[in-house]
């Protein structure tokens, strides 16, 4: 396998692991599923601020980042609501991550961040609807005009 082969089926499972990762996180705070919102067992109260948001990013952000839909705008947002997490939640508590509890905010956060920079990649629902729609994956170089 090529290295621009290898490159390509990684950052694809990365980007789909992340995004599954991220939905099962809002599910459990949305749905009262996988151990609740931070393993209460219970959902979070409907429209509570900003808890309920939060799952909401976390479940739809992740899915579609998961199938590669929307992907940098929802990746973008996925990746801000983690960086108001960590700085609001808690960067409060102590500066650094790993004294603060904000290991999995920041690296949610960053890794989103790679992915809205990176794109969904040709094995996503938006590479198919390029593809599909006949539309060049990179931008076509300006055609040169005459020099007079």
Do not use: K
Request: net charge positive; hydrophobic share 55%; aromatic share 10%.
């Amino acid at each position: 396998m090529s290295p621009v082969n290898l490159s390509t089926v990684v950052t694809t499972l990365f980007r789909m692991v992340l995004g599954l990762l991220f939905a099962l996180h809002g599910a459990s705070s949305l749905f009262g599923i996988f151990g609740g919102a931070r393993g209460t067992g219970q959902a979070v109260e409907i429209g509570a601020w900003p808890s309920w948001w939060a799952a909401l990013i976390q479940f739809v952000g992740g899915l579609l980042v998961l199938i590669g839909l929307g992907t940098r705008v929802a990746a973008v947002i996925c990746s801000g609501s983690m960086a108001y997490a960590y700085f609001v939640v808690h960067q409060p508590a102590a500066l650094l991550p790993l004294n603060n509890g904000g290991e999995l905010a920041a690296l949610f956060c960053w890794s989103f961040l790679l992915i809205a920079a990176l794109g969904a990649g040709a094995w996503s629902l938006d590479g198919l609807l390029t593809r599909r729609h006949g539309r060049a994956t990179r931008p076509e170089p300006a055609p040169e005009t005459a020099r007079v």
